[in-house]
C-alpha cells in the first residue's frame, strides 16, 4: 500500500482536505485490506465505527428487498470513501458493500476521522459535500425509476457502466454484472432485463456474449436512454 499522502483516495475524495501531518497520522492508524470478489466488506446493519477508502476496485453498495434480493443501490470505484453517513450519524450501514472485483482498501477508525472534523473545517465541509452529492443521485435515481420506462433505464444504466468504467482490452463492459444485478439496478425483473437485452441484440444497440455486453450504437442508446 502507498503512503496516504500519494494515494488516489486522497485525489478524489473528501481526504485531500488533510494537511501533510494529518494525512501521516491516518497513515500510523490505517488498517489495508485486500478484498476478493464476491466478498463483503460490510454488510447491512452492522456496526462499521469508521470509514472504507476504496484504493483499487469497484464493489456494489446493495439494499436487502422484502422479497429477499439484494438491489444494487450504487456503484463505488477506487478513490471513493464507504460509511461516510453512517459514522456521522452514528447509526449501523443503511447498504452492504460486496466487491465486484479483487479489492485494495483501508479502514480508518471513527475516532481518527472525527478528531478531523473538529480541528480541520475544509475536511468536514468536503464530506458534507459528498453526502449532499449522493442525496442528489438518489433523488435523480428515483424520478428516474418513476418517469422512464424499464428499456430506457436499462439503455441510460448501459451509457452508465461504459462512462464510469470503461471498457475491457476486447471492448466489452468492464464492470460485468449478472443479469440479475442489471435488472436490480434498473428496477425489473430478471426475465424482462434479458428479454430487453436480446431486443437490444437484435436492434444492434449492443453485442451479447455470455455475460459480457459491448455497446455497438452508443447514439441509438442515448437517444432511446434520454
Known sequence: MSKCEQCIVRQFS??????????????ECKTSYTIKKGEPIFEEGEVTNGIYCVKDGVCKMTKLSANGKDQIVKLVKSGELLGQRSMISDEPANLSAVALEDMEVCFIPKSEVMAFFTQNNQF?????????????????????????SVKERLAETLLYLEETFGKSADGSLHIQLSREELAGMIGTATESCIRLLSEFNKSGYVDLT??????????KLKRLAD
Open 14 to 27: 473528501s481526504l485531500k482536505a488533510l494537511s501533510k501531518d494529518e494525512l501521516m497520522r491516518m497513515a
Open 124 to 148: 468536514s465541509m468536503n464530506v458534507m459535500k459528498t453526502i449532499c452529492g449522493d442525496l442528489k443521485e438518489a433523488d435523480d435515481h428515483m424520478v428516474s425509476m418513476a418517469q422512464k
Open 210 to 219: 455470455g455475460k459480457k455486453i459491448t455497446i455497438l450504437d452508443r447514439n
